[in-house]
Each structure stands twice: as C-alpha cells, then as structure tokens.
C-alpha cells in the first residue's frame, strides 16, 4: 500500500496568490491552473485580461509537469528535432506541453503537484508559475 502526498485547495489557493501577485507585479493577466500529483485539476484562475487561449494552455501545462514530473521547458529542449524526445508533443492526444510555464510542486522530494501559467511569453509564464511555487514554499 502506498501513502501519497498531494496539494488540497488549500494549498492550490495559496499558489494561486503567490503566482497573481508575480502577474501583477509584471503586468501581465495569467491563466494559472494548479493540479495535483496525478494531473487533475484543483484550482484555476483566469486573470482579468488573460487570454481565453490560455485556459487549456495552463491547464494542460500544469498537467505535463505533475503527471510527467517535469517542467515543460525541460520538454521544449527535449522535444526538438534529432533530440531523444522528438514527437513527444503529440502524446497524451496533444495535451504533453513543450513550452515554458508548466512547473512540478516538489516537497521534500515528492511531486505533489504542478502550476501551470499562460498567456505571456514562455518567460514571464515560467516566472510567475515559480514565483508561486516560492510563495506556497515559504508557508510550509
């Protein structure tokens, strides 16, 4: 029998803060969608101002790097022709990310989950989905 950790709603709430002040902070509305270790959804929020394209892009983000146990940049590098996961993209019927914003929620050394943030560049999404991550670590 296995005992599993995972992020509750209390825990999705205060990602949800740390990665929306970071958004703020940088002047950028996010969707930011946060799932539990096996990829399912807990808590999303669209920011006024987040684009409607970026619902499914954060969620499917947050669910590459819980499910996958890895951040979706590491999957871009990966991802590129003649690299060793070429084609990865197309799993999982397209939902496997490859593009920054998607980052597992590691507690003493388990994936309890993923935050997955969209609608500005790879860059600033990354940015925002780790800046909540460090706010929910600083609460432990």
Request: net charge negative; charged share 20%.
């Amino acid at each position: 029998m296995m005992t599993v950790k995972r992020l509750d709603l209390a825990d999705a709430g205060i990602l949800l803060e740390g990665a929306r002040a970071r958004a703020e902070e940088i002047g950028v509305p996010m969707c930011i969608a946060i799932t539990d270790e096996g990829g399912n959804l807990i808590a999303f929020e669209r920011m006024d101002g987040g684009k409607v394209t970026s619902i499914t892009i954060a969620i499917d983000k947050s669910y590459t790097a819980s499910g996958a146990k890895k951040a979706t940049h590491d999957y871009g590098t990966a991802s590129q022709p003649g690299a060793p996961a070429y084609g990865i993209a197309s799993a999982i019927g397209g939902r496997l990310m490859v593009v920054g914003g998607g980052v597992p929620v590691v507690v003493d050394g388990d994936v309890v989950g993923g935050i997955g943030v969209s609608s500005g560049t790879p860059a600033q999404d990354l940015d925002v989905a780790e800046a909540g991550i460090a706010f929910f670590l600083a609460k432990q």
